[in-house]
């Protein structure tokens, strides 16, 4: 009784670690900069997808609003010219590794591959400066944290996230209502717009936009974002 108990305390232990959103065993980890200026950055997972990229660039351009767009390298393979669609609109992109897998028992040479590999694409659509990096879906354990520690890359995850709660995520509404309440000055904030059944969520990017700066907020990149830390 004793083992099982140590075991499955330790599998729920292990699944803490990977889904952590302020801790890794290795380097630096982000989620929200400790600031008191009123700044925050608005980021989106995944793609670059025809079905929600130019809706996004044309609600974000219509708002003044810059973003980090964290892609994936086989779908900036597939859509080349909205990965440098998103570059030309001045928008920061960040790599969320080639084949979006979870990155927890995985070998140094998988993840190499995965972030190098996204990195050529990155530059390849005109990005320049550093790349920063979001782990698929947030997971991460030893391998990829050791990987970024040894090349001095940063882990950036979120502290808003409006999407994983179905019933905020059902309206765009609801979605725009969670990220205003729990924004707070430094917040790094995720949703996922860019595919077809994202509709709702591409809809509250203006609202929030237009609240959070109405708010007195400002958005920024999330390179930009890091130079605010404690400030």
Known sequence: MVTVLVLTGGVFGLQAVTSSRSFQFFGDLT??????????????????????????????????????????????????????????????VGNHTYSHERMVFVTPGFVAEEVERTDELIRAAGHQGEITFRPPNGKKLLALPHYLAEHNRRTIMWDVEPNTDPDVDASAAGIADHTLAHTRPGSIILLHGMYKNRDQTRQAVGPIADRLKADGYRFVTVRELLTYQGK
Do not use: C, N, W
Not at 40 to 50: E, I, K, N
Not at 79 to 88: D, F, G, K, N
């Open 31 to 92: 989620e929200r900069v400790d600031t008191s200026a009123k700044v925050v950055a608005l980021t989106f997972d995944d793609g670059p997808d025809p079905a929600g990229a130019q809706q996004l660039l044309g609600d974000l351009a219509r708002a003044q609003v810059p973003a980090t767009f964290y892609l994936i390298g086989r779908d900036m393979e597939k859509h080349p010219e909205l990965a440098r669609a998103i570059v030309a609109a001045g928008h920061e």
